[in-house]
């Protein structure tokens, strides 16, 4: 796994580098540090010894010792592209050309008043947990690659849940026939 350089701020404390007022090294290997787990030091001096770590997302990031312990880098970066995501979610929720798609997945499976619940929700098909956060949802389909125009997110089970493993865009057409028991389409997205 390639290792990912994350650009870090250099710590002064009182003028001095930190590293000179810490003395010596402390080992924090095995350590974690918010979505970081230090894998082992990797070299770092005029600032502080960094080291390697292991993210959750699966990246690697090499981080200055001091900006783990003071909880300035809690991730290889992903937090904050997370982050960015979510505030784009909240501010301007409507305007992602994914989130009308995932409302009405959401819908279909929990708004008892739409006429397909029936097809969904009301045949215990379920969104999972994770995709109550559009952020996730955004995250998770991005693998299925982009949407084609006018498609719309599909579970590959027809029997099974919304959720990772179990989605792909198919047209419209194709999901009316994969629709359980048959009736009429008017909700598709
Ligand atoms: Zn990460």
Not at 18 to 45: E, H, N, P, S
Not at 53 to 67: K, P, R, W
Request: hydrophobic share 30%; net charge positive; charged share 25%.
């Amino acid at each position: 796994m390639p290792i990912q350089k994350v650009p870090l701020p250099v710590q002064f404390v009182g003028g001095i580098c930190y590293r000179q007022k810490m003395g010596r090294l402390v080992d924090i290997t095995g350590k974690r540090f918010g979505r970081l787990v230090v894998v082992r030091r990797d070299g770092g001096a005029r600032h502080g010894a960094s080291w390697l770590c292991a993210c959750d997302c699966g990246n690697s990031a090499t981080v200055i010792g001091q900006n783990l312990k003071s909880g300035n880098t809690s991730s290889c970066g992903c937090a904050s592209r997370d982050a960015v995501v979510l505030r784009n979610v909240t501010h301007g929720k409507s305007r992602h050309p994914l989130y009308r798609c995932w409302k009405n997945m959401r819908q279909r499976c929990m708004n008892r008043r739409r006429p397909d619940y029936h097809c969904y929700g009301g045949r215990g098909i379920r969104v999972c947990e994770r995709w109550d956060s559009f952020a996730n949802f955004l995250e998770d389909v991005s693998a299925l690659g982009p949407r084609p125009n006018g498609w719309t997110i599909d579970r590959i089970d027809n029997d099974g849940d919304y959720k990772p493993g179990n989605v792909k865009w198919s047209t419209r057409g194709e999901q009316s026939r994969n629709r359980r028991p048959s009736a009429e389409w008017r909700h598709a997205d």
